[in-house]
Every structure is written in structure tokens, then in C-alpha cells.
């Protein structure tokens, strides 16, 4: 496995530190995003790059995607210049990106076709777990390509778990957007509570984080919140498109989600005030106006 070229589309916030743990694991990578300038730090590393998508699928026998919308990863899979077209038989197509299930399957079924294997693989854990590799990652598709590419996704995860088949790590990922969304509310409230209280905030959290209120959201970005620390692990117009993806599958499913409704609308209200690219952590400066 570690051999094989490494293709790598998408170097954010995320995919920065998933580059940088494939290549401390032995892995070369070649990497392309639509900005060179965002990838010369690890070019500088060793990764080296490619002009184009067409480029890219040529030379590369596993390729990784987690770029920002499912219009993107449409564009980047599906359009003349992309992987579809140009990847090689027996290569491996693995999406990160948070997506629609259905899209997820769409890629699978035409990537068959072309005896090419395809994943869905979004992550969870954001900056930190994509600079610590150990990243969640939730994959759907066929057991023996997760089982060929899984030494790869072991380079920047530790929770990695295959759900079923194409679309199911999609979902998974969605039911994780849910379950934070909610999440996010109530560490909003609660800082803001303990400062009304005239608590220390931050001695709230040394005792709460380790009880049943104990989470991802407020034992990472709660401390974030308090120190007005709004830079994004994860952007607060990313988590709105995954909110909504999560809403239309949801009601495609024939069910209603009343927790996470509130937390898009509020997020909704918090873009409008200039915080599209803020961190989630930001939500509080709702609770605190």
C-alpha cells in the first residue's frame, strides 16, 4: 500500500493536516487545490503537486477529496477535467468531504463502472483531529476497498469504521452533524449561564467536561468560546451547508428534527451577521448580544 501515489484534492482547514500525517506515515502525495498558494507550505514538506485534476487521477492510485460543497465535489468528479474521467482502472476514489448520500452512491455506481473503487469517508474531529490523526471517519462502500485503503485512512484517524454500503458513511456523518448541532446550543447556554451566575466559566468547565454533559463541543471549542477564540476548526458556513444536507435527508426519511432546525436557524442568523467564516465556537456571541 504504501507504494502507491497518494492524490490528495483540497488542502483547507482540514485537509492540511490530513496531508501532513499521510506523509509523517510514509505516504507520498501529490496535491492539487484551486489556489496553489494555500499548498506551498506542504509542498515545502515534500508533497508534491499537480496543475490539474486530469493531472492528478493520472499519476495517482488512491485519490482523497474533501473539498466544500457537493457542488464541488460534482465539479471535481464529474466534469470533463475530473477524476471520472481520468482516473486509471483499479484505482480508489475516496470522498471526506460531508456530501449528500445520495451523490455518494451516484460516484460509487459510475466509479463501478469503470472498475474504479469509491468511498465515502467524511470525517469527524476538525482541526485538531485532523492535526492530531485522530480524525472519526465514517465510510461507506464495499468491505474489501475499505479493507485495501484502510492502512491510508489509519494515517489520519483512529475511529475508523465502515457503516455499509455507498452513501452509509454519509448518513453517519449527517447523524453526527445532528447530534452537534443540538450540542452546540446548550454549551452556548450554559457558558452564558454560568457568567450570569457569576461563575468562573472556565471552572464550570474543569467540573462539567468530565460529567454527563461531557463532549467534543465543550471540552474543545467551549474553552474557545470563553477566551473569544473564533478562528475556525470548522467553518460556521460549512456546518450550515451540512445542516441542511442533514435537514433535506431527514425529511426525505419522513422524520422531523426539531433540535436541529433551531440550531440552523440560529447559525443562519449568526451568518447574516458576518460570521460565515468564523468557527461554530462563535454561535455564543448570539446568547451574549
Not at 47 to 54: N, T
Not at 260 to 279: P, T, V
Request: hydrophobic fraction near 40%; proline fraction near 3%.
Amino acid at each position: 500500500m504504501k507504494t502507491k501515489q497518494i492524490g490528495f484534492i483540497g488542502t483547507g482547514v482540514m485537509g492540511n493536516g490530513m496531508v501532513r500525517n499521510l506523509m509523517k506515515n510514509g505516504f507520498s502525495v501529490t496535491v492539487f487545490t484551486r489556489t496553489k498558494e494555500k499548498a506551498l507550505p506542504l509542498l515545502e514538506e515534500g508533497a508534491e503537486w499537480a496543475d490539474s485534476v486530469e493531472e492528478l487521477a493520472t499519476s495517482c492510485q488512491i485519490i482523497i477529496t474533501i473539498v466544500g460543497y457537493p457542488k464541488d465535489v460534482e465539479e471535481v468528479y464529474f466534469g470533463t477535467g475530473g477524476l471520472l474521467a481520468h482516473t486509471r482502472s483499479g484505482s480508489y476514489l475516496i470522498d471526506m468531504t460531508t456530501s449528500k448520500p445520495t451523490l455518494a452512491k451516484e460516484i460509487y455506481d459510475r466509479a463501478k463502472e469503470k472498475n474504479i473503487q469509491a468511498l465515502d469517508a467524511p470525517v469527524s474531529g476538525g482541526d485538531i483531529g485532523a492535526k492530531n490523526g485522530s480524525l472519526a471517519i465514517m465510510a461507506g462502500g464495499d468491505e474489501e476497498a475499505f479493507k485495501e485503503v484502510l492502512p491510508v485512512l489509519e494515517a489520519m484517524g483512529e475511529n475508523i469504521i465502515l457503516q455499509g454500503e455507498a452513501g452509509a458513511g454519509q448518513h453517519t456523518k449527517l447523524s453526527n452533524q445532528i447530534a452537534i448541532a443540538s450540542n452546540m446550543v446548550g454549551v452556548c447556554e450554559a457558558i452564558v449561564y454560568a457568567r450570569k451566575a457569576g461563575l468562573d466559566p472556565s471552572r464550570v468547565l474543569d467540573t462539567i467536561t468530565t460529567g454527563a454533559a461531557g463532549s467534543f463541543s465543550l471540552s474543545k471549542l467551549a474553552p474557545r468560546m470563553i477566551a473569544d477564540d473564533y478562528a475556525p476548526g470548522f467553518y460556521v458556513k460549512h456546518f450550515i451547508k451540512d445542516m441542511s444536507i442533514a435537514l433535506e435527508s431527514a425529511k426525505e426519511l419522513g422524520m422531523d428534527t426539531p433540535g436541529l432546525d433551531l440550531s440552523l436557524k440560529l447559525y443562519k442568523e449568526l451568518a447574516e451577521n458576518g460570521e460565515n467564516d468564523s468557527g461554530t465556537q462563535a454561535l455564543i456571541k448570539l446568547f451574549e448580544s
